[in-house]
């Protein structure tokens, strides 16, 4: 088992994170992909960045079909972000199951697949360079400083009930911090939890109120992860109670 350190791709668990929350936000990706980074991150703690979740246990866990995760897992091979390695058997030899392994690839734009041409046509047009709104927005200077994004940029990133609940309160700029916080708090709190943004918006409308009748002592940020951790480690007790009691209902059966 020890042989399978070899694989670790982050030194600890706190980079391997960190990863997944910049992946999670700056690749354009499928919802049901992000599900499953997430789902592969939330099972890669005991090898870092190594996860022994088979496909079907994927598609089990996120209510698809085998084929459906089949797809995602490939979708995301393309990109370069996971890597799929059979094992061989160190006593009996012979293939054992497979792995998944977490790549920490470079974040700050992603190549279009380069397709075949014919001779004589242009050079395959590189997909533009997307960006980090947070870290780089201020930073680019040929966006002119009058104009402001609306939260139609948010669509592909943040999930639309999430965003109707944030945004008479906050910028777009500021909801789209407010969901990486959702995200990095998830995996830490409840990796278990498939469903995150109803406990998302409660942890919100929360903090909220608090901030309205005066109870925040530090940051709204500070107080909104406060909100968000303890939601969520409630949601990743009720959903093991639930798997436990399915299994010992299958057993009984």
Partial sequence: MNELRKYESFDSITEMDNFISKALEVLEIRELDRKILRLLAGYSCKFIGVSFLKVQTIADKLVVSYKTAQRALKRLKEIGIIKRIRTIRSVSGGFGSSITVIRPIALTYRKRAIEPVLEGAGEPKEKRETFFLKAYLKDIKYIRQQEEIDFSYLAQFVPEEFIQAVKPFVTPEEAFILWGKVQVCSRKY????????????????????AHKVKRIKKSFGAYFWGALSGIFSAEQRKTLKREHILKLNWLEN
């Fill in 190 to 209: 409840a990796p278990d939890v498939l469903s995150i943004t109803k406990p998302a918006i409660e942890a919100f409308k929360a903090s909220v109120l």
